[in-house]
T-cell receptor
Framework: KAGVTQTPRYLIKTRGQQVTLSCSPI?????VSWYQQTPGQGLQFLFE???????NKGNFPGRFSGRQFSNSRSEMNVSTLELGDSALYLC???????????FGAGSRLTVL | DQQVKQNSPSLSVQEGRISILNCDYT??????FLWYKKYPAEGPTFLIS?????DKNEDGRFTVFLNKSAKHLSLHIVPSQPGDSAVYFC????????????FGQGTRLTINP
């Protein structure tokens, strides 16, 4: 069974640009969550999508947005990038009966 | 406001000994607790969990203890092995199966041969 796949794995952007990250969940998983990992802050919840609907949202500014497609694949977008957006962005998926999240390897974003 | 705290950024333990990783939380609504392990260039992987109705859960070399009155949980690894060297995150949620987890900052565990 393929795991959670995130693309791209690494990317470099400059301040003011926007970025789109993609996540393909495990086959059959309909819930996709996004987390931001920065040094010293651990993982912080961004949002969760289920059946193309945002079900939960963390405390991030509106520059951070996401969506989910009918095949459960998800994308997150960050507009007007700031230096502080440099982080590892992790996607996780889960099934309806699972109690745990399965994470992808992440997309490491560097903002210069 | 850090609701889940791991106060030790790093821990070094000799191979074969016990590793004890600690985690404190402030939100009394948390009902379910998990530990994840993360290797470099990989995503976190689930290790073990515990519901608030229990005070101990064991899985092989890994045991998680929960002290609700102290709002404290710990992960014991016995015996520690070199492959256990990783960053360990504790996480909490208000309900079992929730997608929104609140994570601690992580503790880097190094097992020395």
């Amino acid at each position: 069974k393929a795991g959670v796949t995130q693309t791209p794995r690494y990317l470099i952007k400059t301040r003011g640009q926007q970025v789109t990250l993609s996540c393909s969940p495990i086959s059959g998983h309909r819930s996709v969550s996004w987390y931001q990992q920065t040094p010293g802050q651990g993982l912080q919840f961004l949002f969760e999508y289920f059946s193309e609907t945002q079900r939960n949202k963390g405390n991030f500014p509106g520059r951070f947005s996401g969506r989910q497609f009918s095949n459960s694949r998800s994308e997150m977008n960050v507009s007007t990038l700031e230096l502080g957006d440099s982080a590892l962005y992790l996607c996780a998926s889960s099934s309806l009966i699972a109690n745990v999240l399965t994470f992808g390897a992440g997309s490491r974003l560097t903002v210069l | 406001d850090q609701q889940v705290k791991q106060n030790s950024p790093s821990l070094s333990v000799q191979e074969g000994r016990i590793s004890i990783l600690n985690c404190d939380y402030t939100n009394s609504m948390f009902d379910y607790f998990l530990w994840y392990k993360k290797y470099p260039a990989e995503g976190p992987t689930f290790l073990i969990s515990i519901s608030s109705i229990k005070d101990k859960n064991e899985d092989g070399r890994f045991t998680v203890f929960l002290n609700k009155s102290a709002k404290h949980l710990s992960l014991h690894i016995v015996p520690s092995q070199p492959g256990d060297s990783a960053v360990y995150f504790c996480a909490a949620s208000v309900v079992q199966g929730a997608q929104k987890l609140v994570f601690g900052q992580g503790t880097r565990l190094t097992i020395n041969p």
